[in-house]
């Protein structure tokens, strides 16, 4: 049985400790621990431990936003994967396009991503086109592209742990996602470029997931249809009612 990934991206929300809680708890007090089901949330830093600690049941398995590419030293700022691990993160997104605007480059990004496998955590590598580079019939280049930086020289046995996120940018917060049908197209290429590269023989261990302006009523439709193995959501997942329906979809 293949597992289904939820994943809510809270970005730089909720602005108090309170709000937080409520909205964790809200989600943790009506899931239930299902097999086939991984619930995750990926909050700002500031809440991983609080929100871990009323992580009753453990239903919810928590995940950060981004990692440092060292583990410890003279890095003002920083927070790096050996924190994340040690406050029972799993999951991290690495190269998400509102990181990659701010100045993580695809360098930055594969390092990030060694070190989180090294660490024995799980990055969530984000690819995806500008509106720009779709019109201009680019897609395939570009992710083909954001594939073979982001786990270059990644070891073959490692690459199954990277999860791949499918993002296009112009569907992030627009309310106008991706159509199922070319996500389809999309998965499809990413498991062709994963053998090409990389030479896996079989690319079926390789989740995917679609992100970019996901709700309760789309979401169904991109496992279904577009044959992902989840999603990653922002805005619907700082609204709990629709975070639930989301999660109650897969029951
Ligand atoms: P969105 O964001 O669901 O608000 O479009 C998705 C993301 O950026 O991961």
Redesign the pocket.
Known sequence: MKKIFIIG?W?CNPTSLSEAKNLFLSINKKIKKKRKIETVICPPFVYLYPLAQLNRGHKIVLGAQDTFFEEKGAFTGQVSAVMLKDLGCKYV?VG???KRAHGDNDEIINKKIHILLKENLTPIL?IGETKEEREKKQTFEKIKYQIQEGLRKVAKKYLHKVII?Y?PIW????NKPCPPESVLTISIFIRKTFSALFGLKKTDKIAILY????NADNAKRYVEEARVNGL??????LKAEEFLKIIFSFY
């Open positions: 991206n970005k997104i998400h396009s509102e984000c996120a993002e569907a992030i917060g627009t992100g970019g302006s996901v990653l959501i922002g805005s619907s997942s």
